[in-house]
């Protein structure tokens, strides 16, 4: 399991550090589609894309598994127990859906139309379906807060070995500037989507790729957009890092 888990962090990697060249590439204009659906894309290209893409799903649900299990080692019900466990589990369903995001594209292939525009249009469609829409903005808003706060904060430390003094500079700056850089692109989503629910009108809702081509149209936005790119790139980089010095080997311990 920890070589399963090792390998699903470097296939997160890889899969940001191509999200972040195409990102590049459409702060300068060309077309390219900036979120993991791309990346997949660009994965799937070769001789061995196929060989690739199964080896992503492998090693996505791989690491999922291993999130859960570690959450459950976790025994005791105080506070501080739950809080140990919400860690490991909330990100196994973050490489659940992943995983499946690689399944679905190895099984189907890239998807036609944007899946943001398509959940929108079906929850405006609904009774009080603009205030829906503007929770769920504000939901994925609040958690781009979170991922920029966890950058400044640095609190991902605490899962890497940082006794070796390259590691913890590694871990600090790739960490640092991907989480930041990870979190001002989600709450861009989250913004399109208050817009969305603003106007009832689901075209104005965006997914990753959206979002970093809003960010292109502001006042200098290619500079901006540029940032953010470096931000995934160097978040891919934070990755490869996990995938050698993570913690693993973390017994079952009780938590009062």
């Not at 061995?48 to 080692?73: D, E, K, N, P, S």
């Not at 929850?123 to 205030?131: D, F, K, R, T, V």
């Not at 989600?186 to 009108?201: H, N, S, T």
Request: overall charge positive; proline content about 3%; glycine content about 14%.
């Amino acid at each position: 399991m920890h070589i399963i888990a090792r390998a699903g962090f470097a296939v997160n990697g890889l899969l940001h550090l191509i999200m972040g060249s195409i990102a590049f590439a459409v702060a300068f204009g060309q077309e390219g589609t900036a979120n993991h659906d791309g990346a997949l894309e660009q994965l799937s290209g070769g001789p061995i894309g196929g060989l690739l893409l199964w080896g992503a799903v492998g090693g996505l649900w791989g690491l999922a598994v291993f999130q859960l299990l570690t959450g459950f080692v976790i025994r005791g019900g105080g506070r501080e127990a739950w809080a140990a466990r919400s860690k490991p589990l909330a990100r196994s369903l973050a490489y659940i859906g992943l995983g499946f995001l690689a399944f679905r594209f190895a099984i189907m292939g890239s998807p036609k139309h944007s899946e943001a525009q398509d959940i929108s249009a079906q929850l405006l469609a609904m009774p009080s379906g603009q205030w829906i829409v503007a929770a769920v903005g504000l939901g994925i808003g609040i958690g781009g807060i979170v991922f920029v706060v966890m950058g400044f904060r640095q609190r991902f430390l605490d899962d890497i070995d940082t006794s070796r003094t390259p590691v913890l500079w590694a871990g600090r700056v790739f960490g640092t500037t991907g989480y930041i850089a990870k979190g001002v692109a989600i709450i861009a989503i989250g913004v399109l989507f208050c817009i969305a629910a603003y106007q009832a009108d689901p075209e104005e809702a965006a997914g990753l790729d959206g979002a970093l081509a809003s960010l292109r149209d502001l006042t200098a936005g290619n500079i901006v957009l540029s940032i953010v790119a470096l931000g995934f790139i160097f978040f891919g980089l934070y990755c490869f890092v996990r995938a050698k010095w993570e913690r693993l080997e973390k017994p079952a311990r009780k938590l009062r």
